[in-house]
């Protein structure tokens, strides 16, 4: 059941103009709460905006909750000018699909711009029993992000940019691939743009290696009522419709249609 609580700001950082980290107190939802699962966030405890934002969980610390988020529109610029001992209110942990990374020996992380974020719960959790390789790309230099903190919970760590003009020049994906011929991945788990989760996709049915991704489509409530986000699954001979909010947001490769 997720926890609907008014959670206490602790700690907020500003990654960049447009990119904000908070730290909020909540004993229960760190207790229950699974990589890869999201929260929905009131930004304002006024009337408008009404519906709540969907955001993942980046990382949990002790009684601590972190979440970033990137400024796009009404909703997170109204969130960004939240203070330090404000209480903003949260519904979650939200989602059934989450990572399942457990008893696998050596996994291959791969992540998109904000995309990263849910990925480093995940890679600090799977790096405990697990050699964890990360792959993250991004445009440009300006726009590459958590580099020491996904290298601390990484064995190893690529970082691409689209222009080279940092790192490895070219898509993180094709730096996956190079190294799954060299060595055998047991698990592929993404979350990025389109275009990337659907070459993750693609090369992990080709290569018949487990993959889960993680979609962030556009919600509404984040608890099945308002059906804004539906999403096809394959159900055996046939496609049908689920949402995002509850069975996902990280769904099997093999079963999801994006
Ligand atoms: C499960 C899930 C997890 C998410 N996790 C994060 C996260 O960790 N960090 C983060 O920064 N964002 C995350 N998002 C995206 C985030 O929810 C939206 O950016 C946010 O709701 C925008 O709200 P807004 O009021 O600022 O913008 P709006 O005024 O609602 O929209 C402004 C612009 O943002 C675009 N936009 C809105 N929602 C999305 C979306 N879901 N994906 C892409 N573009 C969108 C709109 O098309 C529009 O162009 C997640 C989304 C989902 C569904
Ligand atoms: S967001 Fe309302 S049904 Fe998924």
Known sequence: ??????????????????????????TEIAKTA??????????????????????????IEGNLVEFIFQVKGKGTEILKEREIGEYIDILGPLGRGTFDYKNKKNIAIIGGGIGVF?????AKEAKENSKVNIYLGFRNKELV??????RKVSDKLVITTDDGSYKEKGFAIDFLK???ENEKIDGIYACGPLPML?????????????????LEERMGCGIGVCLGCAVKVNAGE????????????????NVVEI
């Open 238 to 253: 046939e496609l049908v419709y689920t949402h995002v909010c509850k069975a996902g947001p990280v769904f099997d490769a």
């Open 178 to 180: 190079q190294d799954a």
């Open 145 to 150: 992000l958590l580099e020491d903190e996904f």
């Open 198 to 214: 659907k070459a993750v996709q693609s090369f992990a049915k080709e290569k018949n290696i487990p993959c889960q991704i993680s």
């Open 34 to 59: 699974k990589a890869g699962q999201f929260l929905e966030i009131r930004v304002t405890d006024e009337i408008e905006p009404l519906l709540r934002r969907p955001i993942s969980i980046y990382n």
């Open 118 to 122: 849910p990925l480093y719960e995940l």
């Open 1 to 26: 059941m997720p926890i609907h609580a008014k959670c206490k700001l602790v700690k907020k950082e500003k990654l960049r103009e447009d990119i904000f980290k908070f730290s909020v107190e909540s």
